[in-house]
């Protein structure tokens, strides 16, 4: 189905199954569809399944504009409200996280259960001197700079260090990493290279206060996309009682690098 965003802009949702609700919120530049594992692990345990497209990705719109969090947050509501979905678990992969902070602050947390962050970019990945362990602005730029020059070369090496592919280390298969490409390639170029900005720019730290509600983090330790301490460490001593998942060698993918583990802790946290 497609839902009407605020602004006009359709969000294409996939609704499925019974129970308490999951809202699976992706990361970029990928579409709800990643989650094939957790979405099959959650359906099958009993749970009601949301996934939709961020506008600009996938099967969604791909406006012109409209790339910031307080859109993106804005574009959770309108799908929350118009699926009317109340006692929702929020999971956020990677940039999702970031919908779920913002989320939070803008609209309360009313219809919200539990918020559940993955490899997330929350609460703030750039470097500078309030962050001095986050990612240096230089990264960001070469990261658009490749995109305008090749898209489709980037993503394809992007998805490697994505899942911790190497010489030796073969953690998915080449058929995972060409759907992953696929996936990428639906995206809008526009989207793509907004949302850098928006993912690597965006401090979440004033949202931190707005997560009142049971709170999982779960980051691998050697991710090398979003590295773990101005992420994942930073968003566990800043949600006061949040509970805090440590992967040890898992890389940023590791919805596909270690599902198993992931739709357990998942279910587990959910109840």
């Known amino acids: 189905m497609h839902i009407e965003s605020r602004d006009g802009a359709h969000l294409h949702v996939k609704d499925a199954g019974k129970g308490k609700p999951v809202v699976l919120i992706h990361g970029w530049p990928l579409t709800g569809d990643m989650f094939e594992y957790q979405t099959l692990a959650l359906l099958e345990a009993g749970y009601r399944v949301i996934t939709y497209d961020r506008r600009g990705f996938g099967q969604s719109a791909h406006p012109a504009t409209g790339y910031d969090y307080d859109t993106f947050a804005d574009d ?11 006692e929702a678990n929020l999971v956020g992969f990677s940039m999702g996280g970031g919908e779920i902070a913002r989320y939070l602050t803008r609209h309360g947390s009313d219809r919200i259960a539990k918020t559940v962050l993955v490899a997330s970019v929350v609460p703030y990945l750039l470097k500078d001197d309030s962050n001095p362990d986050g990612v240096d602005a230089s990264v960001f730029r070469d990261m658009k700079s490749e995109i305008r020059k090749d898209r489709f070369a980037f993503l394809q090496t992007f998805a490697k260090q994505f899942y911790g592919v190497g010489v030796i280390s073969r ?65 566990a001593a800043g949600i006061p009682g949040s509970t805090y998942i440590e992967y040890d060698g898992e890389p940023h993918g590791l919805f596909a690098t270690d599902p198993e583990r992931l739709n357990r802790d998942l279910i587990q946290f959910i109840g």
Request: one cysteine or more; charged letters at 20%; glycine letters at 4%.
């Open 171 to 235: 953690p998915v298969s080449s058929a995972l990493l060409d759907w992953t490409f696929t996936l990428a390639l639906m995206a809008s170029p526009k989207a793509t290279l907004d949302c850098v900005d928006a993912f690597g720019r965006t401090d979440f730290r004033p949202d931190l206060k707005s997560f009142t509600k049971p709170t999982l983090i779960i980051h691998g330790a050697s991710d090398a996309t979003v590295p773990i301490k101005p992420s994942g460490k930073a968003a």
């Open 76 to 86: 959770l509501a309108a799908v929350l409200d118009k699926l009317d979905i109340r």
